[in-house]
């Protein structure tokens, strides 16, 4: 079975977000940032090449193939800061009436820019997406 090509590396998340060249996008991801360390009171740390992950929970799927993964993270793209809430959003629908300007994947939340959200909601999405994930799951 194939290995995992996203795992959690040694390269500095500070060093990682300071290299972002839009000022919104590096001011935005510091404030996720200080938000998911508050939300886990874990370090986070860079998964491949541009994921910043807190926390670890191991997965096993139907089909055999398991690994880890951030309990939850986010990462800068040049389209949309992706914030990833792994239990996806069935829990979240009214929260996500009140957030604001975003859209959803199956586990990833996606905006411009910060402004363009209620920090407060996102802080309670996140904070019951890693209660869930500690549950579910075995976490680091």
Known sequence: MAEAKTKPTKASVTSF???????????DCKVIQKLMTEVTGKRPKIWGSSIIGYGEYHYTYASGREG??????????????????MPG????????????????????????????????????????????????????
Not at 116 to 123: A, E, G, R
């Open 17 to 27: 977000i300071n290299s972002i060249e839009s000022v919104q996008l590096k001011k």
């Open 68 to 85: 880890d993964w951030p309990i939850t993270g986010f990462s800068p793209r040049k389209s949309n800061l992706t914030i990833y809430v």
């Open 89 to 140: 959003f069935k829990d979240y629908k009214s929260e996500l009436k009140k957030l604001g300007k975003h859209k959803i994947g199956s586990s990833c939340l996606y905006i411009k820019k910060i402004d363009d959200i209620d920090l407060k909601i996102l802080k309670k999405i996140l904070k019951s997406s890693v209660v869930t994930m500690r549950k579910k799951y075995p976490c680091k």
